[in-house]
């Protein structure tokens, strides 16, 4: 049973550019949420998918937005990058049929670090 | 005020040491709360979780305070194993799986 799965591991981009950042769940959970986990910090909530929608977002601006496909995986963009972007990016899964708020456990995938020079 | 917070350590232990680290948080509605690990440059991963008053696991024992809003971790006979970052979390209340992270506290355990 796959676990989540991140591409790409790493990415080197410059200022002003745009970025991708795509998330496979684990088998059987239908909603993603992305985090930005900057260096000595814990995880940032982004934004979290459910049914192809944004359903909650954290404090970014929009040059963050996202997408979620019918095989319920999720792409992550982030546009104008700024050196401040440079952070490892965590997509974690799970299923929302979980009873109880909170009890829904999340998994994470391995990360995507962004480089932003 | 931080929604939650951490001590940041490192806390720096010999093998076979106790070691309790505490997390604070500021919304009283939260219901549930998770201790994560994350290895350096590794992904978070769930260690335990926390519904009432506590909850104990081997070596791991977490417990709640509601009214002083606070939560701990303590972990007994420390193995070099054991190092790592230890992140506290907690779930947005009224949000949807939206969990907050403390900074996490770094532990290291020396043989």
């Known amino acids: 049973d796959a676990g989540v799965t991140q591409s790409p591991t790493h990415l080197i981009k410059t200022r002003g550019q745009q970025v991708t950042l795509r998330c496979s769940p684990k088998?059987?959970?239908?909603?993603v949420s992305w985090y930005q986990q900057a260096l000595g910090q814990g995880p940032q909530f982004i934004f979290q998918?459910?049914?192809?929608?944004?359903?909650q977002r954290g404090n970014f601006p929009d040059r963050f937005s996202g997408h979620q496909f019918p095989n319920y995986s999720s792409e992550l963009n982030v546009n104008a990058l700024l050196l401040g972007d440079s952070a490892l990016y965590l997509c974690?899964?799970?299923?929302?049929?979980?009873?109880?708020?909170?009890?829904?456990?999340?998994?994470f995938g391995p990360g995507t670090r962004l480089t932003v020079l | 005020r931080k929604e939650v917070e951490q001590d940041p350590g490192p806390f720096n232990v010999p093998e076979g040491a106790t070691v309790a680290f505490n997390c604070t948080y500021s919304?009283?509605?939260?219901?549930?709360f998770f201790w994560y690990r994350q290895d350096c440059r590794k992904e978070p991963k769930l260690l335990m979780s926390?519904?009432?008053s506590g909850n104990e696991d081997g070596r791991f024992t977490a417990q709640l305070n509601r009214a002083s809003q606070y939560i701990s971790l303590l972990i007994r006979d420390s193995k070099l194993s054991d190092s790592a970052t230890y992140l506290c979390?907690?779930?947005?209340?009224?949000?949807?799986?939206?969990?907050?992270f403390g900074a996490g506290t770094r532990l290291a355990v020396h043989p």
């Open positions: 974690a899964s799970s299923f929302r049929g979980g009873s109880g708020e909170g009890r829904r456990e999340q998994f």
């Open positions: 088998s059987g959970h239908d909603t």
């Open positions: 998918y459910y049914e192809e929608e944004e359903r």
């Open positions: 919304n009283s509605a939260s219901q549930s």
């Open positions: 926390v519904y009432s």
């Open positions: 979390v907690v779930p947005f209340s009224g949000g949807y799986n939206k969990l907050i």
